[in-house]
C-alpha cells in the first residue's frame, strides 16, 4: 500500500473537471484517502514546488497555481505513485499518452490540470504540506 499526492490544477477545477479526473484514479482502483478544495497563496505555491526554485518557469508556475482553487488529495493503492502518474501522462500534453489526463484535459505544458508526486521521497515531503496525518483515512 502506497500513498501519493495529487493535485487538480486552477485550469482542472476552473473547467469543472474535478468529478471527471477523481473517476479517472478511482477506477484505476485507487482510493482517495484524504481531499480539500483550497486556494493556494503564491508562498503556499512557491513553497510547495520550492525544488523547482531555479528553473526559468518557477514565477509563472507559481502564479498560476495561486490564480484560482485547487483540489489536494492523498491516493493510495498498490503501487500509487507510479499509477497516477501513468493515468496523468507526461508533463507535455503534446507528449501524452492518449486516454491519459493531460492528453485529454491539459491546455499546455504549465496548464497541465493535474499533479502527482513522483517518488516516495517527494510524497513524503508533499502530502504533510497539506494533510496532518490525523486528516488521512
Ligand atoms: P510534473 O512532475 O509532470 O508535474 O512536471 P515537473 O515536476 O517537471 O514540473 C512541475 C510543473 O511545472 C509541471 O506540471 C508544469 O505545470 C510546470 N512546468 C513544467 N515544465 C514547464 C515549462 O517548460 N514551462 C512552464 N511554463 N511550466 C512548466
Do not use: Q, W
Not at 502564479?63 to 502518474?85: N, P, Q
Not at 513522483?118 to 508533499?126: C, K, L, R, T, V
Amino acid at each position: 500500500m502506497e500513498r501519493t499526492l495529487s493535485i487538480i490544477k486552477p485550469d482542472g477545477a476552473e473547467k469543472n473537471i474535478i468529478g471527471k479526473v477523481i473517476e479517472r484514479f478511482e477506477s484505476a482502483g485507487l482510493r482517495i484517502a484524504a481531499l480539500r478544495k483550497i486556494k493556494l497563496s503564491k508562498e503556499d505555491a512557491k513553497g510547495f514546488y520550492i525544488v523547482h526554485k531555479e528553473r526559468p518557469f518557477y514565477d509563472s508556475l507559481t502564479d498560476f497555481m495561486s490564480s484560482g482553487s485547487v483540489v489536494v488529495m492523498v491516493i493510495e493503492g498498490e503501487g500509487a505513485i507510479l499509477k497516477v502518474r501513468e493515468i496523468m501522462g507526461a508533463t507535455n500534453p503534446e507528449d501524452a499518452a492518449p486516454g491519459t489526463i493531460r492528453a485529454d484535459f491539459a491546455a499546455n505544458v504549465e496548464k497541465n490540470t493535474v499533479h502527482g508526486s513522483d517518488s516516495p521521497e517527494s510524497a513524503g515531503f508533499e502530502i504533510p504540506y497539506f494533510f496532518p496525518a490525523l486528516d488521512i483515512c
